[in-house]
């Protein structure tokens, strides 16, 4: 299949063909995979992150403009989807993260062997200095986003996690 095939593929794909999707899929696929496993996403991974893909082909088809190769279209839709997935993976972590705690104890953990009831010690927080905490914190949301969340200044969500962290200190520590 030709660059000219996989264009015209990508208008069908556009208009609504299925099978114009499964000659994409077919002839892409492989090299996506092997592309995504050097980019360091692991099997499952990269089952998930081709379906992802070629479902965004499926549904945005029309937003080809045609002007470069459609095997580095679909790359760059695979190479973002893994993006997000890593941020996704390193949000998780830091939700886990040992940054509540001296002595790097999980938080929960932590609270646990020092007999501090964490569900208590987040309801004493302030309502407007919870919500900030628990969206960065917990949500796993990044300052700015916290912010558009809660209709407040980044500033001020970054203070009163601050303030939050520095509460949660005391009560536990």
């Known amino acids: 299949m030709s660059e000219a095939a996989d264009r015209r593929a990508v208008r069908r794909v556009a ?19 092997i592309r995504l496993r050097r980019a ?3 099997r499952s991974e990269t089952e998930d992150l081709l379906q992802e893909t070629f479902l965004i082909l499926w549904r ?4 080809y403009r045609g002007d470069g190769a459609v095997a580095a279209w679909l790359w760059s839709i695979a190479r973002r989807r893994l993006a997000g997935m890593a941020r996704r993976e390193a949000r998780r972590r830091a939700r886990e993260a040992t940054w509540l705690l001296p002595g790097g104890q999980r938080s929960e953990e932590g609270a646990w062997a020092t007999g501090v009831d964490m569900t208590r010690a987040l309801e004493s927080l302030d309502p407007g200095v919870r919500a900030a905490f628990e969206a ?3 949500d796993g949301l990044s300052i700015r986003d916290a912010a558009r969340r809660l209709g407040i200044p980044e500033g001020t969500v970054k203070s009163r996690v ?4 520095a509460h949660l200190r005391k009560e536990i520590g």
Do not use: F, I, K, Q
Not at 19 to 25: D, P
Not at 162 to 165: Q, V
């Open 162 to 165: 601050h303030r939050a962290r």
């Open 15 to 33: 208009a609504g063909d299925a099978r114009a999707l499964t000659e994409l899929y077919d002839r892409h696929a492989a090299l996506l995979a």
């Open 60 to 63: 945005s088809a029309d937003s």
């Open 40 to 42: 360091g996403a692991s």
């Open 136 to 138: 960065v914190a917990l």
